[in-house]
């Protein structure tokens, strides 16, 4: 809802007449969280339609740019993915311009990556993105309940 007349607010999900009604799946909290993960991801990819960028894609530029010089597989370590789908964003990523591979000077094996100023501009984008959208998301609670939120979320993907 919004708080101010004029604001607008991205619609995510059309209301179904009769939706109300959904019985005793109402108490399944697994079914929350899907239609909660849906409305926040839907949200996100309006917010992001114009970066062509994904969100592991903006999460890999982001560790990135935290940590210069990091290897493939600190960042999959970082982004809890396998090295497969880490080479995967990795590879994209350079095609588009957004890092330099170069060879690791502690270890000669590796590969430590680092943005371009292109990469840069492009996390300059996303990082504006995520503030709205997570405005958007941050708008339904008070920040007490944000905090209870996140903790109780961590409890279930750690």
Do not use: C
Request: charged share 30%.
């Amino acid at each position: 809802m919004p708080k101010h007349p004029k604001e607008t607010v991205a619609i995510t999900t059309p209301h179904v007449t009769g939706d109300e009604d959904i019985g005793e799946i109402r108490n399944i909290v697994g079914f929350h969280i899907r239609l909660a993960h849906g409305a926040v991801y839907r949200h996100f990819t309006e917010t992001f339609a114009d970066l062509d960028l994904t969100q592991k894609q903006v999460s890999a530029l982001w560790l990135i740019d935290d940590h210069p010089d990091i290897a493939q597989t600190g960042l999959a370590q970082r982004m809890r993915m396998d090295r497969a789908t880490t080479m995967a964003i990795v590879n994209r990523l350079e095609s588009k311009g957004y890092l330099l591979r170069k060879p690791s000077r502690s270890d000669g094996r590796k590969q430590a990556l680092n943005l371009t100023d292109r990469g840069r501009k492009a996390l300059a984008a996303a990082k504006r993105a995520i503030q709205q959208h997570e405005h958007w998301l941050k708008s339904r609670f008070s920040e007490k309940e944000v905090t209870k939120l996140i903790e109780l979320l961590t409890r279930i993907h750690e």
